[in-house]
T-cell receptor, first 115, second 111 residues
Framework: EAEVAQSPRYKITEKSQAVAFWCDPISGHATLYWYRQILGQGPELLVQFQDESVVDDSQLPKDRFSAERLKGVDSTLKIQPAELGDSAMYLC?????????????FGPGTRLTVL | QQQVKQSPQSLIVQKGGISIINCAYENTAFDYFPWYQQFPGKGPALLIAIRPDVSEKKEGRFTISFNKSAKQFSLHIMDSQPGDSATYFCAAMEYGNKLVFGAGTILRVKS
């Protein structure tokens, strides 16, 4: 069964350092999402791509966060500089995007700890 | 702003019992209501979903009940099993907008 791949699974960094997360969606999925899940809360959308274009980045802290999906396949989410409050699980998801109700398939996530 | 309110925060059920998780929303433009199941160390996985034109949807031991007038929907897990122990999230989506998640319910099924 095809799965969304993410790496690394865990990342520990010091504040003010740069971090990057990678996501490889399910083959053929045009829509890719990055979510942040703070411990004890539900996932919150950071950015949504349709192919290589950003559809929604209204909740992305653009002063420190950036995301790209250059060839419309895999994607990278970067934080620079990291702050203590960025400690969370970062989840990537993908969907076929034929309809807005298409199932979003989530990867295992990257757990970020900022010291 | 919490657009989907989920309760309870945690739930303990005996094996074989019924687990019930409730969610409420305000935005009447929501037209898709999925439930996700998340095990520790894993990403959420779609469990079951409903559109507002039906009042109930059942898939195996999992049932969604939907009350459009009250703007509430709930997940019922019949014959709960220890393997059902996980965190459950309700969510809602409006056409052309993003998926909004509830805060989650930690379910523990005691054997």
């Amino acid at each position: 069964e095809a799965e969304v791949a993410q790496s690394p699974r865990y990342k520990i960094t010091e504040k003010s350092q740069a971090v990057a997360f990678w996501c490889d969606p399910i083959s053929g999925h045009a829509t890719l999402y990055w979510y942040r899940q703070i411990l004890g809360q539900g996932p919150e959308l950071l950015v949504q791509f349709q192919d290589e274009s950003v559809v929604d980045d209204s909740q992305l802290p653009k002063d420190r966060f950036s995301a790209e999906r250059l060839k419309g396949v895999d994607s990278t989410l970067k934080i620079q500089p990291a702050e203590l409050g960025d400690s969370a699980m970062y989840l990537c998801a993908s969907s076929l995007a034929v309809a807005h109700t298409d199932t979003q398939y989530f990867g295992p996530g990257t757990r970020l700890t900022v010291l | 702003q919490q657009q989907v309110k989920q309760s309870p925060q945690s739930l303990i059920v005996q094996k074989g019992g019924i687990s019930i998780i409730n969610c409420a929303y305000e935005n009447t433009a929501f037209d898709y209501f999925p439930w996700y199941q998340q095990f520790p160390g894993k990403g959420p996985a779609l469990l079951i979903a409903i559109r507002p034109d039906v009042s109930e949807k059942k898939e195996g031991r999992f049932t969604i009940s939907f009350n459009k007038s009250a703007k509430q929907f709930s997940l019922h897990i019949m014959d709960s099993q220890p393997g059902d122990s996980a965190t459950y999230f309700c969510a809602a989506m409006e056409y052309g907008n993003k998926l909004v998640f509830g805060a989650g319910t930690i379910l523990r099924v005691k054997s």
